[in-house]
């Protein structure tokens, strides 16, 4: 019995992959392209099985379509600026870059054993000079283009390390890294304008059909168009108003109070004069500045003593807090509380025993008899305790306020967005250079595109706290372009969103130098056909990505109204979490053992084990697997099997490792069941010829209905769909001898087939196979098996039969079934004689292979 040598067969492969030139793409006008494109990793130091599972649906995808003409382009870069190598270069005292560029090469030696169908040619990295030079120049098109600017924002400070914190690095008001409170300052940044698109990104959505519903939702919800009304209220005793914006104007007479953002002009007005004010600003400022951490906070308010009078009841003054969950960059930064129907506005009513006055109704209810307590009604309903709005439903309502308020001059009805402007800047060493200096005399000047690139120094330390591009004694230090003087550059450095919203475009032609892509090769490639990656994407990257290649195509660069045609989001991958029964302590898979009984134990003393939840993979729960590790036992294709076969691709997956043990056990059987036939094949230069055994036929359409299947499963992303049919064709196979009549060249074609339909899945193993069966050339390079549309087809369907237009049975008939044949089937069927009930049958109609109906 031979032995399949996973080690070195998929050495052997890989390697003449690469030798032929395999995967190099070409522009060809000639023929059609297909662009896949899975998100490219940060080169944190290993890959996981996260990226497992989606550089093999990428490969599977690339390798498919390769097989069936098209001209595919399959890259592969790093994401490789960011703040983990400069927390690395603290903790471990290496330099970013050689931390970068030796988790590069360590992930990189990884994937390659994979057998992915990548072009490395075309690999990039964004810390590259040669790739950043090209986004400084944007940058400044893009600043001529008025869609970048500067000016002063609210930030999270971290006192300790003196820098800017994403929301995401806020933790319970302090800074992930310190622990210092954070504090909430307003900084001079950097821009892009990218609510100028606003629209155009919000209407586009419904054009992009191939993308999942929830990630066009997710869009959608974050770009966040409102219509409503804006409208100045009078402030008692004060010359001047308060401005707000509202979506629901048609619940103005159930006000109770209004609101303004801590950061409000009048908010910090009122606190100049006021200490306790003053606090309770410094207390809000202490919280993340995103809308989650708003939301989910205590809602908390100061009641400042100002008064805003009704704008339809001069009689009627509300009271105006500083409340910790408005937000000053949406609307005006001051909102009204109607309680009885905003669930927020109820919570915070509540606490400080405000009105609650409904005065939308559901229908037939009683306007006296309705309350509300503990829940908001944001339900349809008529408009009640309204005065003139009384009667009307909301939309009505809306419009009718609208109306009056722009008759009084007071108001206007205006839609505002939920996004806003991309901020850029970070305060760190490790990303782009910001290519502006600042003169004292000239002001803000932007580099001249001659004297690009500006280079990151090398010669950094990070031994004080802050950005090291700040403490550097000559980087930042130069001369004004305009006017010669004394200048200094700008040390802030760009969010790394921007090198991941254009590096599909760098694929095209990512070795052209004097400028980031050549127009041939965008306007060929481009849109990416098929874009990959985790649904924690939705809406940034992809959204800025978006938004990048609109302002390319403003500037000039290329012509294009979208960078991805379609998109997938794969699942997350899971396991198993087990801690140590004595100590509580996590364990990883590899700590952990079965015993004779069952039971799981400590590897290491035998120590009892408790298993938890299936839970995404994470170091800190330690239920990781290592991708080495388990190809380095099974294969890359055993793995790659698994991550296909085991659940459809949108879903998580869990690991086991009984399915890595079934896949590698299949591969096993399909390569003893190939290179030991159970009958001497037929030669594969010879012709095919018959007749065949009834299970031969059997198995020939069986062939042939798993091609156009495949096909179609592959097409759709149903791979574990497509894995189940090549099983179902392998098992038919295996129960054929040889003994009956052509079954010897049933089985070749079988063989043939089931290798050729495995090439995109199990690359390795089916390029073994394909020579082992005398195949020609690589099978990277066949093209794609067809099906023989009269194998394909089942002998046999299933019809529905109809008494007087009601279904009352499915009969089973051969294809083409004669109009006789088909009158009689129907007609002997115990249930349809049953619902004649003796009655005389007028006629029979019969629309071939589909249904049968019966008149009585």
Same mark, same amino acid.
């Given at each position: 019995?031979?032995?399949?040598?996973?080690?070195?067969?998929?050495?052997?492969?890989?390697?003449?992959?690469?030798?032929?030139?395999?995967?190099?793409?070409?522009?060809?006008?000639?023929?059609?392209?297909?662009?896949?494109?899975?998100?490219?990793?940060?080169?944190?130091?290993?890959?996981?099985?996260?990226?497992?599972?989606?550089?093999t649906i990428g490969d599977v995808i690339a390798r498919h379509k390769r097989a069936k003409g098209f001209n595919v382009l399959h890259p592969m870069g790093w994401d490789a600026f960011g703040l983990p190598a400069e927390n690395a270069a603290l903790e471990k005292k290496v330099h970013p870059a050689v931390w970068t560029r030796e988790n590069i090469a360590t992930m990189r030696g990884q994937l390659k054993t994979m057998g992915l169908s990548i072009d490395w040619g075309r690999e990039l990295a964004t810390c590259d000079v040669e790739y950043y030079r090209h986004e400084q120049k944007m940058f400044l098109d893009f600043l001529r283009e008025g869609l970048a600017y500067r000016k002063e924002s609210?930030?999270?400070?971290?006192?300790?390390?003196?820098?800017?914190?994403?929301?995401?690095?806020?933790?319970?008001?302090?800074g992930w890294r310190t622990g210092a409170l954070?504090?909430?300052?307003?900084?001079?940044?950097?821009?892009?304008?990218?609510?100028?698109?606003?629209?155009?990104?919000?209407?586009?959505?419904?054009?992009?059909?191939?993308?999942?519903?929830?990630?066009?939702?997710?869009?959608?919800?974050?770009? +966040?168009? %409102?219509?409503?009304?804006?409208?100045?209220?009078?402030?008692? *005793?004060? =010359?001047? @108003? !308060?401005? /707000?914006?509202?979506?629901?104007?048609?619940?103005?007479?159930?006000?109770?109070?209004?609101?303004?953002?801590?950061?409000?002009?009048?908010?910090?007005?009122?606190?100049?004069?006021?200490?306790?004010?003053?606090?309770?600003?410094?207390?809000?400022?202490?919280? +993340?500045? %995103?809308?989650?951490?708003?939301?989910?906070?205590?809602?908390? *308010?100061? =009641?400042? @003593? !100002?008064? /805003?009078?009704?704008?339809?009841?001069?009689?009627?003054?509300?009271?105006?807090?500083?409340?910790?969950?408005?937000?000053?960059?949406?609307?005006?930064?001051?909102?009204?509380?109607c309680p009885a129907h905003d669930q927020r506005d109820l919570d915070f009513a509540n606490k400080y025993r405000l009105p609650v006055r409904p005065v939308v109704i559901p229908a037939d209810t009683d306007p006296a008899a309705f309350v509300v307590e503990g829940e908001a009604y944001t339900g349809p309903g008529v408009l009640r305790n309204s005065r003139f709005l009384d009667g009307l439903d909301a939309e009505s309502a809306k419009d009718e306020v609208g109306r009056r308020m722009e008759e009084m001059g007071q108001g206007e009805r205006t839609t505002v967005y939920r996004l806003r402007d991309w901020g850029v800047s970070r305060q760190r060493y490790w990303g782009c250079p910001i290519p502006v200096i600042h003169c004292p005399s000239c002001g803000v000047v932007p580099v001249p595109e001659s004297d690009l690139p500006v280079v990151l120094p090398e010669d950094v330390t990070f031994d004080k706290p802050g950005n090291p591009l700040d403490h550097h004694p000559t980087w930042k230090h130069t001369r004004c372009p305009t006017c010669g003087g004394v200048a200094t550059r700008e040390t802030d450095t760009f969010d790394t969103?921007?090198?991941?919203?254009?590096?599909?475009?760098?694929?095209?032609?990512?070795?052209?130098?004097?400028?980031?892509?050549?127009?041939?090769?965008?306007?060929?490639?481009?849109?990416?056909?098929?874009?990959?990656?985790?649904?924690?994407?939705?809406?940034?990257?992809?959204?800025?990505?978006?938004?990048?290649?609109?302002?390319?195509?403003?500037?000039?660069?290329?012509?294009?109204?979208?960078?991805?045609?379609?998109?997938?989001?794969?699942?997350?991958?899971?396991?198993?979490?087990?801690?140590?029964?004595?100590?509580?302590?996590?364990?990883?898979?590899?700590?952990?053992?079965?015993?004779?009984?069952?039971?799981?134990?400590?590897?290491?003393?035998?120590?009892?084990?408790?298993?938890?939840?299936?839970?995404k993979m994470s170091k800190s729960k330690k239920n990781v697997v290592d991708p080495a590790a388990i190809i380095g036992t099974y294969g890359a294709d055993a793995a790659r099997l698994f991550m296909l076969s085991d659940s459809p691709p949108e879903r998580d997956l869990e690991w086991t490792e009984a399915g890595i043990d079934g896949a590698w056990r299949y591969i096993n059987r399909l390569w003893r069941m190939v290179t030991e036939p159970p009958v001497a094949l037929p030669g594969a230069d010879e012709t095919m010829t018959g007749p065949f055994s009834d299970r031969g036929n059997a198995t020939r359409r069986l062939i042939h209905k798993t091609i156009a299947g495949m096909s179609d499963d592959l097409e759709k992303f149903r791979f574990n769909k497509a894995v189940a049919r090549i099983r179902e064709l392998t098992n038919a196979l295996g129960e054929i001898d040889g003994s009956g009549e052509g079954e010897g060249w049933v089985l070749r074609e079988g063989y043939e087939t089931a290798v050729r339909l495995i090439g995109p899945m199990m690359p390795h193993l089916a390029e073994e196979l394909w020579q082992r069966l005398g195949g020609s050339g690589l099978l990277a390079d066949q093209p794609w098996p067809e099906a023989d549309p009269a194998l394909a087809v089942d002998d046999e369907i299933t019809v529905a039969v109809q008494v007087n237009g009601k279904l009352r049975a499915t009969i089973a008939l051969p294809r083409d079934a004669a109009k006789d044949v088909a009158e009689a089937a129907a007609l002997g069927d115990s249930n349809v004689v049953k619902a004649l009930d003796g009655k005389p049958v007028r006629k029979v109609i019969v629309v071939p292979n589909r249904v049968i109906n019966v008149v009585v």
């Open positions: 019995m031979s032995r399949y040598n996973v080690k070195e067969t998929e050495a052997k492969w890989q390697t003449a992959w690469e030798q032929q030139g395999c995967f190099t793409a070409v522009d060809d006008a000639s023929r059609p392209k297909y662009y896949v494109l899975e998100m490219f990793p940060y080169p944190s130091g290993r890959i996981h099985m996260g990226h497992v599972r989606n550089y609210w930030v999270n400070w971290d006192p300790v390390d003196n820098t800017v914190l994403a929301n995401e690095q806020v933790i319970d008001g302090r954070v504090e909430k300052r307003k900084l001079s940044q950097w821009f892009l304008k990218i609510t100028a698109f606003a629209d155009e990104l919000l209407d586009a959505l419904k054009g992009l059909d191939r993308w999942p519903d929830r990630v066009r939702i997710m869009q959608e919800n974050w770009i +966040g168009r %409102s219509t409503g009304l804006r409208f100045r209220f009078r402030l008692s *005793g004060r =010359d001047d @108003g !308060l401005e /707000v914006f509202t979506t629901r104007p048609d619940t103005l007479f159930g006000a109770s109070f209004a609101a303004i953002s801590p950061n409000h002009p009048l908010a910090q007005e009122l606190a100049a004069g006021n200490p306790v004010l003053a606090e309770f600003i410094a207390e809000c400022s202490r919280v +993340g500045t %995103s809308e989650e951490a708003i939301e989910t906070q205590e809602k908390r *308010g100061y =009641d400042t @003593g !100002l008064r /805003v009078v009704h704008p339809f009841d001069e009689s009627w003054a509300l009271p105006v807090y500083v409340a910790n969950f408005v937000l000053m960059e949406y609307g005006t930064g001051a909102i009204f509380g969103f921007i090198e991941s919203s254009w590096y599909f475009a760098r694929f095209c032609s990512p070795r052209v130098e004097d400028q980031a892509f050549t127009r041939s090769s965008v306007d060929y490639w481009l849109p990416v056909d098929q874009y990959i990656g985790g649904i924690e994407h939705a809406v940034l990257h992809l959204l800025y990505s978006r938004f990048w290649t609109r302002a390319l195509s403003q500037c000039g660069y290329m012509e294009l109204p979208e960078p991805f045609a379609g998109l997938f989001t794969q699942g997350m991958v899971n396991h198993e979490t087990y801690k140590d029964a004595r100590t509580g302590g996590w364990l990883s898979p590899a700590d952990v053992a079965k015993s004779e009984s069952g039971a799981l134990l400590r590897v290491d003393d035998g120590g009892p084990v408790t298993v938890g939840r299936v839970e």
